[in-house]
């Protein structure tokens, strides 16, 4: 599902654009995602969703996604029982004005035009599942689903050099802004508004997660969480009866999904599982076992390192953004192939056991980084305070990579900079601009990626340095790496993405448990295994399973993918990004059997060339077109 919509603001200036026009180029960028397209238009606004506008009024409403609470709203409001979801909309505004996205429960992008008072509002679902990106000049705002329905109305093409430098460091673009200039992100929790005078959009915050720790026994989170889960699936279930399917690796959260599932639904259930052929370590004998264990259709599809780096191009069109992490590229290899496989078994709603880590335990790098932040407070205060200090950054820094607990007082208060240590190829944002050419560094400025966390943890209410880190993650990875990687390529085949475990109920109620409750340095997914480890629903084997990314893992540094990604990376050199002997001590080193740290990068890079190729060198690109032969040209 899909919106986007044109608003012609400032009564004073004239602006030349059709908004029909251009609200209908941006609709024909996001068609894969839902065929059917519904215009409504009125003076001085354009607007296009999925949804017919059955009732026409002083308000408009568009939305792409699921309002869950749609029923209890219509009860409240004193509506029909048969009443459009547009018009319960519509009501909550009149009865709440701005504050009605705070009665929402669900995931949803919304675009509500008062015309009476000549006003509009965009929203965005409290997790951030349903994109939603904007560009303003000082006549016209532009909104949509995606960024490149926005290049179909703003032609110029600009890179952001801040935004660019974030991405590079961070393997997705975590602030605001994004990868071209004059394109922003609305982000999740927010409303944006715009009024005829208005000289630029007003931004509010109408929601955040708040950790306000509650501490009670242990069976009352046992018992609330498997409820609120149970609900959490059960509403995103669809009520016509449709094949739903399960992306599953056999570990223990896509598991949890699939048996809860079969649990709640009467109707036909897939599984469907993406392996990488040749991968002696694969996860799909797990998966298999449990399709077999709870009965369900079982599909699987096989993919080589040439028809992966054949799709790069691909995920990149869809993603709308690159990365640099060998992690990260296998992550959406692999929602790629499984989005590729579900769509031609017929099935448009699908499951996936996303967002554990975002409640409970952290991403590893960050359930790493607590605990040697625990482990450090075990050193004597002598060591920390003197003798760390007195040591030589080098040598600190040998040791630390050996001894990750040996911090100074204050590397241990410096979150922002451990989390990047932890969480980006380039070890520290200083070694990674040291990598840059002049101009790159001459465009990027004083600018530093690290602020974005700082901003996000001013506005942590969190005191403790577990759930600080939850928090960054939940805004950051959770937001910008996940989402965009399940919703994108899923909705590339347009394919409903149902996510549970991120459901807002599940997400406030982690936020409210002891870190001792929801966490165990001995033990990853410690809560869930905790409660359902004999509540007879999993079989045997899933708690045998040690911890594994669900990702796709390639040796691409022989044969036809080596020799694709060489020659892309070699163009690079032309962009003047980096210094010409980084690029160079890059592909020497992937050139090399022996290889070394330098080539672990090829595959980013190669990604980062792509993403220019596409969304800066052939603005008229279509996705015909997206082939590396083409990109060669």
């Known amino acids: 599902m899909f919106i986007a919509g044109a608003y012609r603001y400032n009564g004073n200036k004239e602006c030349p654009q059709s908004l029909n026009s251009t609200v209908s180029l941006m609709a024909q960028a996001l068609l894969h995602r839902n065929k059917h397209c519904y215009y409504t238009e009125d003076g001085n606004i354009c607007l296009v969703s999925n949804n017919e506008q059955k009732e026409f009024s002083d308000l408009i409403v568009v939305y792409s996604g699921q309002i869950f609470n749609i029923d209890e709203l219509k009860t409240k409001l004193s509506l ?10 519509k009501a909550a505004y009149k009865r709440w004005d701005c504050d009605f996205v705070n009665h ?43 960024i490149k329905a926005l290049l179909e109305a703003k032609k110029e093409r600009k890179i952001n050099a801040a935004s660019l430098h974030s991405a590079i460091l961070f393997s997705s673009v975590y602030s605001r802004e994004h990868l071209i200039e004059g394109i ?26 708040v950790f306000n720790i509650a501490s009670r026994p242990f069976p009352y989170y046992e018992r609330e969480f498997k409820r609120l889960i149970s609900m959490a699936v059960k509403k995103r279930l669809p009520s016509n009866g449709a094949k739903v399917g399960i992306s599953t690796s056999g570990g223990i959260d896509s598991t949890l999904v699939l048996a809860l599932v079969k649990e709640l639904y009467a109707g036909p259930i897939e599984t469907y599982t993406a392996i990488a052929e040749g991968d002696l370590d694969t996860e799909y004998r797990e998966a298999r076992l449990g399709a077999r264990n709870f009965h369900t259709k079982h599909q699987e599809i096989f993919v080589n390192a040439d028809e992966a780096i054949q799709n790069f191009p691909k995920i990149i069109w869809h993603t709308g953004e690159f990365s640099m992490q060998y992690q990260i590229i296998g992550a959406a290899l692999q929602t790629y192939f499984t989005a590729k496989l579900a769509a031609q078994c017929g099935c448009n709603c699908i499951f996936t056991g996303n ?15 607590y605990r040697s932040y625990h482990d450090s407070k ?29 911090w100074t007082p204050e590397e241990m208060n410096n979150i922002e900079e451990s989390y990047i240590l932890r969480n980006t190829p380039w070890y520290t944002e200083s070694r990674l601009k040291s990598f840059y050419s002049e101009s790159m560094k001459n465009a990027v400025g004083t600018y530093n990626a690290k602020n974005i966390l700082s901003e996000y943890l001013k506005e942590c209410t969190a005191q403790d340095y577990f759930n600080k880190l939850l928090y960054i993650d939940f805004k950051t990875w959770n937001s910008r790496r996940n989402l965009v990687i399940n919703e994108r390529l899923f909705g590339a085949f347009g394919i409903q993405v149902q996510i549970p475990f991120l459901d807002i109920d599940v997400i406030q109620f982690s936020s409210a448990m002891p870190v001792a409750i929801k966490h165990s340095f001995k033990d990853s997914k410690y809560f869930i295994k905790k409660i359902y480890k004999n509540a007879g629903i999993f079989p045997p084997h899933v708690f045998r399973k040690g911890k594994r990314d669900s ?25 003047n990004l980096f210094k010409e002997s980084f690029i160079e001590s890059v592909l020497s080193a992937s050139k090399d059997q022996k290889g070394g740290r330098e080539r ?16 800066i060198d052939h603005p008229n690109i279509t996705d015909e077109n997206l082939t590396l032969d083409y990109l060669a040209q």
């Open 80 to 89: 029909a029982a048969d009443s459009s979801c547009e018009a319960a909309l």
């Open 104 to 146: 929402l429960d669900g995931e949803f992008a919304l675009a509500l035009y008062d015309k009476s008072n000549h006003k509009l509002i965009l929203g965005r679902d409290r997790a951030g599942l349903k994109p939603l990106f904007y560009y303003y000049d000082d006549a016209l705002i532009l909104f949509a689903s995606e």
């Open 184 to 209: 922003y992100e609305l982000r999740a929790g927010h409303i944006l508004i715009m009024d005829f005078q208005g000289k630029t959009p007003a931004l509010h915050k109408y929601w955040d997660r």
């Open 355 to 369: 967002g554990v880590e975002h409640n409970f335990d952290g991403n590893f790098p960050q359930r790493h980084l």
């Open 378 to 406: 075990k050193i004597p205060k002598v060591i920390q305070d003197k003798l760390m200090l007195l040591l030589p950054e080098k040598v600190r820094w040998a040791l630390k990579r050996k001894y990750s607990y040996l």
């Open 551 to 575: 990702i796709l893992r390639f040796n691409y540094f022989k044969g036809p993918a080596l020799e694709v990604m060489l020659h892309f990376v070699s163009q690079l050199k032309k962009r």
């Open 600 to 615: 672990d990068y090829l595959p980013g890079l190669f990604n980062l060339e792509l993403w220019l190729r596409i969304f």
